[in-house]
């Protein structure tokens, strides 16, 4: 299962030293999402990082800074206005289908509760047994060729197995990490039971 980590929206002092120790457990993507940030603020802080991170970073605003730095990516909202990129987000089972084939990464959910956004969740009639059937269909044929779809929403280490169990190939976890007292050992808990999932699906 993948694990990406998206942003503190705010300054947070712990930030820059948790993503190298995020990048060092074995972190791939980390989302940079700073809505209330001008471009000017973001490219600083962005240049202030170890260049080797720029590849791992994904950026939620200002995306013209991605081609200007080499960062690793864009991610878009659901917008059909907007033209596909390499990650979006998605809020409901007839998006999800279109983008299916059209990014290389789609966010799906709130899967859960939201931790950061009191009383955000999912639709109380959600239907759970057809996002299975879609996304568990696409992984006993092999999705090689479409788009990861990644569960986000309330994502906790002890949620990671019932996003598993749903078909999502991993999860963006923000609560999670960043209200934990400890964002690295929070992330470092998160990334182990991912592994311990996939080995076990491995094996089966």
């Known amino acids: 299962m993948q694990i990406v980590v998206i942003s503190p929206e705010a300054s947070d ?66 917008d059909p206005s907007r033209p596909s990129g390499a990650s979006r987000s998605c809020h409901d089972l007839r998006g999800l289908r279109r983008h299916l084939t059209t990014c290389e990464q789609t966010l ?3 899967v859960f509760p939201s ?3 009191p009383g955000y969740g999912p639709a109380v009639d959600f239907p759970w047994d057809e996002l299975k059937t879609l996304l568990t269909g696409r992984r006993a044929m092999g999705s090689g060729n479409g788009s990861r779809v990644l569960a986000i929403g309330g994502v906790t280490a002890a949620g990671l197995a019932r996003c598993y169990e749903l078909g999502f190939d991993g999860a963006a976890v923000l609560g999670a ?28």
């Open 13 to 78: 002092p712990r930030e820059v030293s948790a993503m190298g120790k995020f990048f060092a457990v074995g972190l791939r993507r980390y989302h940079v999402r700073k809505p209330d940030w001008t471009a000017r603020n973001l490219e600083a802080w962005l240049r202030a990082l170890p260049a080797e991170w720029r590849t791992r970073l994904v950026l939620h605003q200002h995306h013209s800074l991605v081609g200007k730095l080499g960062l690793g990516g864009r991610h878009d909202r659901d």
């Open 108 to 110: 799906f959910g709130p």
């Open 115 to 117: 931790l950061t956004k």
């Open 177 to 204: 990490v960043w209200s934990d007292p400890d964002p690295v050992r929070a992330f470092r808990i998160i990334h182990e039971t991912a592994l311990q999932l996939e080995a076990a699906r491995r094996a089966a």
